[in-house]
């Protein structure tokens, strides 16, 4: 943690975000940084409070509800991990924004859940983009077809897609499926299907998040370009 300064890298992700949004005719505000806060205490999110970070990741639904719990400040939570089924109701009136619908029997548990308690989950689409066999997602093909599916649950609002790329150390390698993801975002914003939104395209991480901004991006979910090297033991 020597040197480590969370005022600094944010500084520094937000002039990276302006530089590659100026590169397609955008601004900083055009494109909405998430917070990625999992393995990080409560505490480190208060300073990132500080900082006017409004939005935060977590991928695991306990430790994104114990976080809120403790934390008095609201926030605005994002879940971006594998969800499981019966998870689903520790989520439901707590998240702002879930990023990871990829099955039908999801949807089916969210909009049960969401019934209940007769509120609308704002969810993305996520797509598994490079096809790779040991990624969640629905596969490009299916995207449009899936979309018309969910879009007739009434307590449910697709609000864009989500994709995790590829791990690679060139994040060049990764501009193809970017790309691709963003041109099925604007297929099917064209569309005009009753019930959802095309708002959101999320995609781009630390390594990565300047070469989707470039490609559409509008969405950016960055960790350790934050908050340094996760510490999974702490978890
Ligand atoms: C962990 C995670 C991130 C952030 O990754 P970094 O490389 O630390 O920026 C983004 N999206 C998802 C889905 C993640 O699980």
Known sequence: M???????????VRQRIRI???KNGRNLEDVKLIAV???????????????????????????????????TESVNWHFIGRLQTNKVKYLIGNVGLIHSLDRYELAQEIQRKSEQV??????LVQVNVAEEKTKAGVLCEQVSEFVR??????????????????????????RPYFRKLYKIHIDIKQKSIDNISMKYLSMGMSNDFHVAIEEGANMVRVGTAIFGERDYSQR
Request: charge should be negative; glycine fraction near 4%.
């Open 118 to 123: 007769d509120s609308v989950t704002n969810v």
């Open 37 to 71: 806060s999992k393995t990080v205490d409560a505490e480190m999110i208060k300073l990132a409070l500080k900082e006017n970070i409004l939005d935060f990741g977590e991928n695991k639904v306990q430790e994104m509800t114990k976080k809120a719990d403790i934390l």
């Open 149 to 174: 599916e969910i879009s007739l649950f009434k307590n449910i609002k697709i609000n864009g897609l989500m994709t995790i790329a590829p791990y690679t150390d060139n994040a060049e390698e990764l």
């Open 20 to 22: 590659s949004a100026m």
């Open 2 to 12: 020597e040197g480590f300064s969370l005022a600094k890298n944010i500084q520094e």
